[in-house]
Every structure is written in structure tokens, then in C-alpha cells.
T-cell receptor, first 114, second 112 residues
Framework: DQQVKQNSPSLSVQEGRISILNCDYT??????FLWYKKYPAEGPTFLIS?????DKNEDGRFTVFLNKSAKHLSLHIVPSQPGDSAVYFC?????????????FGKGTHLIIQP | NAGVTQTPKFRVLKTGQSMTLLCAQD?????MYWYRQDPGMGLRLIHY???????AKGEVPDGYNVSRLKKQNFLLGLESAAPSQTSVYFC???????????FGPGTRLTVL
């Protein structure tokens, strides 16, 4: 059973507009969440993270929102740029402090249209 | 700093053959991980290590073995490759106090 779900396989957004990527989780033991960006034929690169004690974390154009009661998080990219076109993975870490790895969603392919 | 490197980048095996994938990191990270990614899927954890000489099973460990003889290296072995092990394999590492993992570029393995 998938513990981290990204229900949109792809998302198309116009350059300059806001991109919103969504992620849901089912495991209440997750206490840390991360977003990774992946280009073809490369490894995932860390983008931004959020601890369960917060509801928002911002880093430049990227903001992650966490709604613990709904077990939902979202990544906002404002403004969207052509270089943002990539696959975005939502990942979660449990109470093991990260030692026991990350649980990933299936990813959302973000396409930024000129 | 090279970060996390993986050897080889590509490999084609026949069913039943064996091979070892090498992961090396130069960030002095305590934790290291092996994941596999299949089409339309997220990354799934195969094995991980929290320190030199220690290993543990992840979500999909069957058919794989690992060893961490040195802190900077984490080896993934396939003793008898099967077509179901055709995948892209990613190695990652992290500092013990932080959750963020740093990934290598991946190894694309095809088993015929």
C-alpha cells in the first residue's frame, strides 16, 4: 500500500505562473517531508524540506506547506521558470531519524510552457 | 568534492550472471542507501547502512546483498540476476543528524 501518494502524474504550467504540486501521506509516523527534483538521466536533487512541527517553509521561489490534520503537503513554485521542468518527488521520513531511508511518491512531471 | 559517485553508469547482464555496483561518497556521511527506480514508480529502498560494518534491509531487499567495509563505500551485489531486476539504481548518503539525502547519478541495469 502506497504510504506517499502523488496523484497527478503530470502538470503543465505557463512560464511566470504558479506551480502547485500536491502530495498525500497515510503513515502518521512520518515526521519530516522532503521534495526532490529530478532531471532525466540524473539523480534526484534535494529541493526543500519541512518538519512536522512547522506548517510552512520557504526558500526563494519554493514554498512547502504542510497540513498535518489532512496528511497533505504541497510545493509552490513562484514564478515558474523553464528550468523548473522536471519530475518532482515527494518523500517522507519516519521516526527513525532518517536512518531507515525515505519513502517516495511516484513523482509528478512538471512541464513549464513558454 | 565529487559528492556521490556510482560505478558503472550502464550495464547489461544475462539472467543468472552476477555483478557488483559500487557507490562512493566523499562527504564523510555516516548513512548510505541503495534505491531502485522502475518506470512510473518512485524510488524504493533496497538496503541501507548506518555506519561502517553495518547493513539493514529496506523495502525490497530480495535478490540483493550489500556490504559497507569502508565508511565511504557501499556495495550492492546481485548474485544471480533476474529480468525483474532491470531498473535504475541510485545510491544516496546523508549525515547522521540530517534527513536530507544526496544522490548519485544512477546506474541503469538491464537483465536479459
Amino acid at each position: 500500500d502506497q504510504q506517499v501518494k502523488q496523484n497527478s502524474p503530470s502538470l503543465s504550467v505557463q512560464e511566470g505562473r504558479i506551480s502547485i504540486l500536491n502530495c498525500d501521506y497515510t503513515n502518521s509516523m512520518f515526521d519530516y517531508f522532503l521534495w526532490y527534483k529530478k532531471y532525466p538521466a540524473e539523480g534526484p536533487t534535494f529541493l526543500i524540506s519541512i518538519s512536522s512541527i512547522k506548517d510552512k517553509n520557504e526558500d526563494g521561489r519554493f514554498t512547502v506547506f504542510l497540513n498535518k490534520s489532512a496528511k497533505h503537503l504541497s510545493l509552490h513554485i513562484v514564478p515558474s521558470q523553464p528550468g523548473d521542468s522536471a519530475v518532482y518527488f515527494c518523500a517522507a521520513s519516519g521516526s527513525g531519524g532518517g536512518a531507515d531511508g525515505l519513502t517516495f511518491g511516484k513523482g509528478t512531471h512538471l512541464i513549464i510552457q513558454p | 568534492n565529487a559528492g556521490v559517485t556510482q560505478t558503472p553508469k550502464f550495464r547489461v547482464l544475462k539472467t543468472g550472471q552476477s555483478m557488483t555496483l559500487l557507490c562512493a561518497q566523499d562527504m564523510n556521511h555516516e548513512y548510505m542507501y541503495w534505491y531502485r527506480q522502475d518506470p512510473g514508480m518512485g524510488l524504493r529502498l533496497i538496503h541501507y547502512s548506518v555506519g561502517e560494518g553495518t547493513t539493514a534491509k529496506g523495502e525490497v531487499p530480495d535478490g540483493y546483498n550489500v556490504s559497507r567495509l569502508k565508511k565511504q563505500n557501499f556495495l550492492l551485489g546481485l548474485e544471480s540476476a533476474a529480468p525483474s531486476q532491470t531498473s535504475v539504481y541510485f545510491c544516496a548518503s546523508s549525515h547522521g543528524s540530517f534527513r536530507e539525502q544526496f544522490f548519485g547519478p544512477g546506474t541503469r541495469l538491464t537483465v536479459l
